[in-house]
């Protein structure tokens, strides 16, 4: 329990140790299969959409159904919903595990999204009930982004390291244990927590929120990964119009799912919009670092992707760095530098050639990726703290979500810059394929003898680092941008450790 004084004691630091398991498990699910892919085709035989729908469901139905979820945590218990969550997931895992067909394994990881959005928004909210006290909140919400980031690392390379020795349903087993440890500590370490007076839950503005949420999210990966086609942006379309419908529900309703009058609170709204730019940053350029190794360098995935391992390095000293400065120096400051030390991170990917050595990618990716989660782990704390305590699963959940849009919007825009200056850069002689995709280049190359596909190669490769330049400039350019734009939303807020007069007092039960 808290101490006299509001600080948390040993019990809230093992409940946030509880916390982070489950963390790390949902953000490692969302590649944990990108190794395992191969496997499931040999076993499964899916076609190229089925395959295309076992990747993406997951994460899919986890962005729609997060602010509905974390609304629903509000109400009716964040422990209760942790609970029940976790259960769910494992008893998902076991059963895609063991799936015998391409279908079900869609169902499946279906299933694991809603269970993992039904859990994902407590863990955040949580720790709002558990360190009212501002610097270790501060340290506690951290070690949360932290531990979201290095799930989404570790987990290709988890994934690859199962696939050498077991079959491609190891993969979910290691969740089971995790979720069921969870399940079973929760009630002894972790609060329960429901607002009071929450009035009834908003039905008709979870449906709007998924109807929103669903299609933009699809529409702007789609986009990203395969180019420019009329249904995803249709579907892209759609989305949006359903986002107005969605506005208008949350200003009329009784009870809405999102109390809009939160986002003109500057510290809540600004923190929102520097997550999602810090995630656009991050996010944006892990699939050119990823091609870069693999199809630059010639890298095979499980060395490549313990290659990319090495950044996270500088995103755990980020981590540790900035929470130690953030009870001394003001967020705006903090902010500025995280932003400005991304920027310097593109800048120098602008210089990375096909000889370059590993040393420049590598520390330019780790400069990018420090400078973003350093700022996320920052503004964690901004959303949960602007927002009332009964409102925290809500915006931590609306905050999660914007992440993720934050995420697809960088692969999407940067990727389109990269493939642009890609396709342009490419020989018009080459076969339609390989002037489409790098990858494409190199799979063409392989049925050509040796010095026609050495040459295709090299242009390609070429193509594909001037592609990089241009989406490294785009980066620099969005970077400064949102080192302005925080300097401006921020500058009127103290350090974590000195919180303004009327900063909101949080209580635990």
Request: aromatic share 6%.
């Amino acid at each position: 329990m808290t101490t006299d004084h509001g600080r948390a004691g040993r019990r809230e630091w093992l409940g946030l140790a509880l916390l982070l398991l489950p963390t790390l498990v949902l953000a490692m699910d969302m590649g944990v299969l990108f190794f395992a892919v191969p496997f499931i085709a040999t076993d499964l035989r899916p076609s190229g959409t089925q395959q295309l729908w076992i990747m993406d469901m997951y994460s899919f139905l986890l962005a729609g159904l997060l602010i509905p979820m974390g609304a629903l945590g509000d109400r009716i218990g964040r422990r209760r919903l942790l609970i029940g969550g976790t259960a769910a997931f494992a008893a998902a895992s076991l059963v895609a595990a063991w799936t015998d067909g391409a279908n079900q394994l869609i169902a499946a990881r279906a299933l694991l999204g809603v269970a993992g959005a039904v859990f994902g928004p407590s863990t955040l909210a949580l720790v709002r009930n558990m360190f009212p006290d501002p610097k270790q909140r501060q340290a506690a919400i951290g070690a949360w982004s932290g531990v979201m980031m290095a799930g989404a690392t570790l987990g290709p390379v988890v994934g690859g390291l199962l696939m050498e020795h077991f079959w491609w349903g190891s993969a979910f087993l290691i969740a089971v244990p995790v979720m069921l440890l969870a399940m079973a500590a929760a009630p002894f370490l972790l609060p329960e927590y429901r607002a009071p007076q929450q009035g009834r839950f908003d039905v008709a503005g979870a449906v709007l929120s998924v109807a929103t949420v669903l299609p933009v999210v699809y529409g702007i990966k789609t986009l990203a990964v395969d180019g420019w086609s009329l249904r995803p942006s249709l579907v892209l379309l759609a989305g949006l119009l359903v986002g107005v419908g969605l506005a208008v529900r949350l200003r009329t309703a009784a009870h809405p799912l999102i109390d809009l009058s939160l986002f003109r609170i500057r510290t809540y709204s600004g923190a929102i919009t520097v997550n999602t730019i810090a995630m656009f940053a991050m996010m944006g350029f892990c699939l050119f670092t990823s091609q870069y190794l693999q199809l630059v360098k010639g890298y095979g995935p499980l060395a490549a992707s313990l290659w990319a391992l090495l950044p996270s390095v500088g995103v755990g000293a980020a981590v540790g760095g900035f929470g130690a400065l953030a009870g001394r120096v003001r967020p705006a400051v903090l902010l500025t530098a995280g932003f400005l030390a991304s920027a310097a991170g593109f800048a120098a990917m602008a210089f990375v050639a096909p000889d370059s050595s590993l040393v420049l990618p590598l520390t330019a990716a780790g400069i990018i990726s420090a400078g973003a989660v350093g700022t996320v782990s920052i503004t964690g704390e901004m959303v949960l703290s602007a927002a009332p305590a009964e409102r925290a699963g809500a915006a931590g959940a609306t905050s999660e979500t914007a992440q993720e849009l934050g995420s697809s919007l960088g692969i999407a825009v940067l990727g389109a810059a990269g493939a642009a200056i890609y396709r342009t850069r490419m020989d018009g002689a080459a076969p339609t394929a390989a002037r489409d995709t790098l990858g494409g280049a190199v799979t063409t190359a392989a049925h050509l003898p040796g010095d026609a596909a050495e040459q295709l190669l090299t242009t390609a490769r070429d193509a594909f680092t001037a592609g990089l330049h241009v989406a490294a400039l785009v980066g620099v350019v969005v970077m400064l941008g949102a080192a302005l734009a925080a300097h401006l939303l921020m500058r009127h807020l103290r350090p974590a450790g000195q919180p303004a007069a009327n900063s909101p007092v949080v209580q635990t039960t």
